[in-house]
T-cell receptor, first 112, second 112 residues
Framework: GQQVMQIPQYQHVQEGEDFTTYCNSSTTLSNIQWYKQRPGGHPVFLIQLVKSGEVKKQKRLTFQFGEAKKNSSLHITATQTTDVGTYFCAGPWGGSNYKLTFGKGTLLTVNP | DGGITQSPKYLFRKEGQNVTLSCEQNLNHDAMYWYRQDPGQGLRLIYYSQIVNDFQKGDIAEGYSVSREKKESFPLTVTSAQKNPTAFYLC???????????FGPGTRLTVL
């Protein structure tokens, strides 16, 4: 079955440093979604990427979808303490867009 | 105030007992999902429902059952056949196939 791998598993940064998490799929994806889960909270949708090579920005967050549609990245510029949480990527598999396979996530902690 | 509600937030049960977790949404979404999250892990799909009176198994359906008699409600029963039921359970919904998923606050189930 499809696997979605995320690296790194953990990342600790000083406030103001940049952060990047990478997501790799064993199969080509029709789209990829990113979610953020604060400690003790539930996942919240951040963005969906659909097109090959797509780049989208949300303030300090930059999302990329690879040309082969098998990898993606999330980059945060100048991290803030509010960025703390686990970032998950997720992609559909099994021929159904309803079934999302989530990566294990990258836990970001920020030292003020 | 639209959203997804899950109750209770914390649930304790004795081993061998069945337990039903509630999930209600007033977003008028057709699709609903149940995920299981274990510490340090991503989300794993248990069951999903594309429409009322229809549901499909996800990756880890063994030991679980669901029903979808109403559009707003998608309860999950954790049966005694589930070998490791202690986990954080998240319910989600989406307006359409492949769309953004909205998550409820989750139920943390502990089986003693």
């Amino acid at each position: 079955g499809q696997q979605v791998m995320q690296i790194p598993q953990y990342q600790h940064v000083q406030e103001g440093e940049d952060f990047t998490t990478y997501c790799n799929s064993s199969t080509t994806l029709s789209n990829i979604q990113w979610y953020k889960q604060r400690p003790g909270g539930h996942p919240v949708f951040l963005i969906q990427l659909v097109k090959s090579g797509e780049v989208k920005k949300q303030k300090r967050l930059t999302f990329q979808f690879g040309e082969a549609k098998k990898n993606s990245s999330l980059h945060i510029t100048a991290t803030q303490t509010t960025d703390v949480g686990t970032y998950f990527c997720a992609g559909p598999w099994g021929g159904s867009n309803y079934k999302l396979t989530f990566g294990k996530g990258t836990l970001l902690t920020v030292n003020p | 105030d639209g959203g997804i509600t899950q109750s209770p937030k914390y649930l304790f049960r004795k081993e061998g007992q069945n337990v039903t977790l509630s999930c209600e949404q007033n977003l008028n979404h057709d699709a609903m999902y149940w995920y299981r999250q274990d510490p340090g892990q991503g989300l794993r799909l248990i069951y999903y429902s594309q429409i009322v009176n229809d549901f499909q198994k996800g990756d880890i359906a063994e030991g679980y059952s669901v029903s979808r008699e109403k559009k707003e409600s998608f309860p999950l029963t954790v049966t005694s056949a589930q070998k490791n039921p202690t986990a954080f359970y998240l319910c989600a919904s989406s307006i359409a196939e492949g769309g953004e998923q909205f998550f409820g606050p989750g139920t943390r189930l502990t089986v003693l």
